[in-house]
């Protein structure tokens, strides 16, 4: 199965990596960290399907 992590940056075809990031970051209401997909070279984030259960 083909993950967020898989794909390239969609902004500057970077790679991306998995990092957590405080919910309070993200001005969300969700006292953990979740996770991201963030590109190495621009920076851009991408949230993964459960990131987005959990904030939403």
Request: aromatic fraction near 6%; charge should be negative; include cysteine.
């Given at each position: 199965?083909?993950?967020?992590?898989?794909l390239?940056?969609?902004?500057?075809?970077?790679d991306?990596?998995?990092?957590?990031?405080?919910?309070?970051?993200?001005?969300?209401?969700v006292?953990?960290?979740?996770?991201?997909?963030?590109?190495?070279?621009?920076?851009?984030?991408?949230?993964?399907?459960?990131?987005?259960?959990?904030?939403?």
């Amino acid at each position: 199965m083909t993950t967020e992590f898989d794909l390239p940056c969609a902004t500057c075809g970077g790679d991306l990596t998995q990092r957590t990031i405080a919910g309070a970051a993200l001005d969300v209401d969700v006292a953990e960290t979740v996770p991201v997909a963030e590109c190495v070279d621009c920076g851009g984030r991408y949230f993964p399907e459960q990131t987005l259960n959990r904030v939403s």
